[in-house]
C-alpha cells in the first residue's frame, strides 16, 4: 500500500520543528527532521516575530523533507501559540510585522475593554479568559495608538493561519486559534458581531473560519517545484492553537480526568462538550478555548516553564554552561519549601532578570530570609510553585464544571522533567500520567491524517496515540502527603490566593 506521510511544522516561543508522521499499523510513527530558534525581537523600539525567517526555516524543512523521503507529501500542516496575528494589505502583503503578545503595547487595554463593553459582556459572548496578551487586546492597543493601521488591514491572520497563507495563498482561520482572540462567539463558533461594533474593528477582519481538519488548499506549485515536491500536496489545518493540538493528543480513556498542556505556558484544563461559562467560571477567569473535533478546552494558563527559563537566562550570564539537568539536580538536593511564590505574578511576566523578579516577590512577601543566590533553592521555589499552582487551578475547574478529576494527563514537553511531574503529583494527591512529550505535534499530524481520511474520530485518535506512546506513571508520595498538604495551605496564605 502507498505511504502517506504528514509533515507537522509545530512553532513554540522558543522553538520549532519539523516533524514527519505516517500512520502504519495503528501507530504513528514520528521522525523530526528540522529544528531551529523561533524567539522574538526587538524591532522599532516593540517585541515582534520575524515571521519571514519562520516561513524559510518551513521551506528548509520542506527540502529536508524531500532529500531523506523523495517527492511525495500527502499534506502540510502548522501549528503555533495563540493570539497573535499578522495585518495583510489589500495586495496581499504583510502590512507590519507581526507583535509578539508579551509587548508592553497592551498596557492599560484591560481598562478600555471594561469600559467599552463590559468585562462580563465580553466574557459570556467569548468565554475567554481576560489577559492582556489576547488578540482583543492588541486590537485595542492598535485602536489607541494606530488606528490608521486598522483601515489599511484587509485580513487578520493568526501566526499559524498566515503561514498557511504563505504557503498556499489561502486565507483562513482556524478556530481553536481563532477562538484564543476573545473576539468569537464561543457558542455561534464564528466571530463575535457586537464585539467586533462595540470596538470599531473593521468587518473585513472576519477572515473564513475553518476547522481543524479541513483542507485549506494545496501548497504553491512554484514551490512546490523548488523544494522538489511532486504532485499535489495539500495544506490541512491541524488544531493550529498548539494546546488544541497537544489536547487532541492526550492518551486519556474514561472521563474524570485533567491534562496540563506543559511547555512555556502551563495550561491546566477539562474537556468539556461545549462551552461553559457561568458566574463560577467568570469569577475565576476560566476559559473555553476552543477544541479539535467538536470539544471545548476548558482551561486556565499558569505561567509555565517560562519562569524556569528566564531564570536560567539569568543564571546561564555567569555560568553559559548550566543546563536543564543540573538545574533540576540542584533543585533536588535544596531544602524543600523554603518559600512560595505565585508564578502568575505580575512581576514574572515579562522580567529583565527573573532573580531579582522573584527576590522582590519574596521580599514584598515577607519571605526576607530565602536566599536567591542559590541555585538549587529558587529551581526548587520555582517547581514546587508550580505544582501548588496546578493544584489551585485543578480545584477551581472542578468547582465550576461539578467534575470529578482522578487522574492528571501532563503531556508536552515539560514532561520530560520527571521531578515536576513527582512535584504534582503530590501537590494534587493523586496520580499523574507524563506523556507523550510531543503531543502537540502527535495531535498536529493526527489531525491531518483525520482531514485525509485515514483516522475517523477522536476517539480513534487517541487509540493511535495510545498505541504509540508509553506514559510515566507518577503516584503521590505518602511519607510526604502532610507536608505537601500543609505546605499548599501556606503557599496559598502567602500568595493571597
Ligand atoms: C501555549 C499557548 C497558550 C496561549 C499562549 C499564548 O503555547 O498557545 O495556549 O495562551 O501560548 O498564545
Given at each position: 500500500m502507498e505511504t502517506k506521510r504528514h509533515l507537522a511544522f509545530d512553532f513554540g516561543a522558543e522553538s520549532g520543528r519539523a516533524i514527519v508522521g505516517e500512520l502504519k499499523d495503528g501507530k504513528l510513527e514520528m521522525e523530526e527532521i528540522h529544528r531551529f530558534p523561533t524567539q522574538s525581537m526587538f524591532i522599532y523600539g516593540s517585541l515582534r516575530w520575524n515571521i519571514y525567517r519562520f516561513y524559510e526555516e518551513i521551506v528548509t524543512g520542506l527540502r529536508k523533507y524531500t532529500a531523506k523521503?523523495?517527492?511525495?507529501?500527502e499534506s502540510i500542516g502548522v501549528d503555533t501559540w495563540g493570539v497573535d496575528y499578522g495585518f495583510l494589505k489589500k495586495d496581499g502583503s504583510l502590512l507590519e510585522i507581526p507583535y509578539q503578545y508579551?509587548?508592553?503595547?497592551?498596557?492599560g487595554t484591560a481598562e478600555i475593554i471594561d469600559k467599552a463593553a463590559g468585562n462580563r459582556e465580553v466574557y459570556d459572548i467569548t468565554g475567554i479568559q481576560f489577559m492582556t496578551i489576547n488578540t482583543l487586546n492588541q486590537m485595542a492597543a492598535v485602536k489607541r495608538d494606530t488606528p490608521e493601521r486598522l483601515e489599511e488591514a484587509h485580513d487578520m491572520l493568526f501566526i499559524g493561519d498566515l503561514l498557511h497563507y504563505f504557503l498556499s495563498g489561502e486565507k483562513a482561520a482556524e478556530f481553536t486559534v481563532a477562538s484564543?482572540?476573545?473576539?468569537?462567539?464561543a457558542f455561534k463558533k464564528e466571530w463575535s458581531h457586537e464585539l467586533f461594533e462595540q470596538f470599531g474593528i473593521?468587518?473585513?477582519?472576519?477572515s473564513k473560519i475553518v476547522f481543524a481538519g479541513d483542507v485549506i488548499g494545496t501548497i504553491d506549485p512554484k514551490l512546490a517545484k523548488e523544494v522538489g515536491l511532486n504532485g499535489t500536496v495539500k495544506i490541512v489545518a491541524p488544531a493550529v492553537h498548539d494546546t488544541a493540538s497537544a489536547a487532541t493528543a492526550i492518551p486519556a480513556e474514561g472521563e474524570n480526568w485533567a491534562y496540563i498542556s506543559s511547555g512555556t505556558w502551563c495550561m491546566v484544563g477539562v474537556e468539556t462538550n461545549g462551552p461553559v461559562i457561568n458566574d463560577a467560571s467568570y469569577e475565576m477567569n476560566i476559559s473555553n478555548s476552543g477544541g479539535s473535533l467538536g470539544k471545548n478546552l476548558f482551561l486556565k494558563n499558569v505561567m509555565g516553564l517560562w519562569i524556569i527559563q528566564q531564570c536560567k537566562k539569568a543564571w546561564n550570564k555567569k555560568?553559559?554552561?548550566?543546563g536543564y539537568p543540573e538545574i533540576v539536580e540542584k533543585a533536588v538536593r535544596a531544602k524543600p519549601f523554603a518559600g512560595f511564590i505565585d508564578?502568575?505574578?505580575?512581576?514574572?511576566?515579562?522580567?529583565?532578570d527573573n532573580i531579582a523578579a522573584i527576590r522582590e516577590y519574596l521580599d514584598k512577601t515577607g519571605q526576607?530570609?530565602?536566599?536567591?543566590?542559590d541555585i538549587g533553592t529558587v529551581a526548587r521555589i520555582v517547581y514546587e510553585a508550580l505544582a501548588f499552582k496546578y493544584r489551585y487551578v485543578v480545584d477551581r475547574l472542578k468547582a465550576a464544571t461539578g467534575q470529578q478529576v482522578e487522574v492528571l494527563h501532563i503531556i508536552g514537553g515539560?514532561?520530560?522533567?520527571a521531578l515536576l511531574n513527582q512535584f504534582s503529583a503530590n501537590a494534587l494527591g493523586f496520580q499523574v500520567k507524563a506523556g507523550p512529550a510531543e503531543a502537540t505535534a502527535t495531535g498536529n499530524l493526527l489531525l491531518q491524517a483525520y482531514g485525509c481520511n485515514e483516522v475517523n474520530s477522536l476517539q480513534e485518535i487517541r487509540e493511535v496515540v495510545r498505541a504509540s506512546n508509553e506514559m510515566e506513571v507518577f503516584e503521590p508520595e505518602n511519607e510526604t502527603a502532610g507536608e505537601w498538604a500543609r505546605a499548599y495551605e501556606q503557599f496559598k496564605a502567602v500568595c493571597g490566593l
Open positions: 523521503y523523495g517527492s511525495a507529501l508579551r509587548d508592553d503595547r497592551t498596557n484564543t482572540s476573545q473576539m468569537l462567539d473593521p468587518d473585513q477582519l472576519k555560568d553559559p554552561g548550566l508564578p502568575d505574578d505580575d512581576l514574572f511576566f515579562a522580567p529583565q526576607t530570609d530565602v536566599d536567591t543566590e515539560g514532561t520530560k522533567n
